[in-house]
């Protein structure tokens, strides 16, 4: 059964730099047929995706946050790391990695989902 | 503000039919497939109903999608107070990104 758990600082400080990891068990994140995400809720309010990237190593964005985000694969670890700079309070929010599936299902049409995700983890932007 | 619209609240009693709405454009919903994703109080989001119609293994047949342009809805059925959650709606965006709706709250009356 696939799992995926989100760990890093619960607190950043303004300025800083917001640095996660998820850590995949229960499957590989080789898979080719998947693309590895996060997504992140700010308190009380909706669903934000930050980004996605493939298994083999090809990222891509939210264009809101492109110029601030990193996000990479270590294969070797099974893990999936985000890496957000220049944090504000802004960007206080429980971070969720998941499991994207995406697909071609017709001329110029996609189909995207997140079928497996982690618990999530607050992480909190204050001096 | 969310690139798909959705209302804020929605709400039903048990045993009660209801649905929820999400509106979005050419880029989004007109083009490409929509996900449903169920929240529960202090739980991951879940994924309910994906590519507009289809469900994962294990989720009731009383949870049903639908897409008709650049809207979609979200069909609960038989409501039960377990239903109580917030539901978003996600798309693919030709801007070359996933987009989410707004969230629409389920009360249980």
């Known amino acids: 059964q696939l799992q995926l758990q989100e760990s890093g600082p619960g607190l950043v400080k303004p300025s800083e730099t917001l640095s996660l990891t998820c850590t995949v068990s229960?499957?590989?994140?080789?898979?080719?047929?998947?693309?590895w995400g996060w997504i992140r809720q700010p308190p009380g309010k909706g669903l934000q995706w930050i980004g996605s990237?493939?298994?083999?190593?090809?990222?891509y964005y939210n264009p809101s946050l492109e110029s601030r985000v990193t996000i990479s694969v270590d294969t070797s670890k099974n893990q999936l790391s985000l890496r957000l700079s220049s944090v504000t309070a802004a960007d206080t929010a429980v971070y969720y990695c998941a499991r994207q599936t995406a697909f071609v299902v017709g001329p110029g049409a996609m189909s995207s989902y997140f079928q497996h995700w982690g618990q999530g983890t607050l992480v909190t932007a204050s001096s | 503000q969310s690139v798909l619209t959705q209302p804020p609240s929605a709400s039903g009693t048990p045993g009660q039919r209801i649905t929820i709405s999400c509106s979005g454009s050419n880029s989004n919903i007109g083009t490409n497939t929509v996900n449903w994703y169920q929240q529960l109080p202090g739980t991951a989001p879940k994924l309910l109903i994906y590519?507009?119609?289809q469900r994962p293994s294990g989720v009731p047949d009383r949870f049903s999608g639908s897409k008709s342009g650049t809207s979609a809805s979200l069909a609960i059925s038989g409501l039960q107070s377990g239903d109580e959650a917030d539901y978003y709606c996600a798309t693919w965006d030709d801007s070359l990104s996933v987009v989410f709706g707004g969230g629409t709250k389920l009360t249980v009356l």
């Open positions: 590519s507009n119609n």
């Open positions: 229960g499957g590989s994140i080789n898979s080719g047929s998947y693309y």
């Open positions: 990237i493939s298994y083999s190593g090809s990222p």
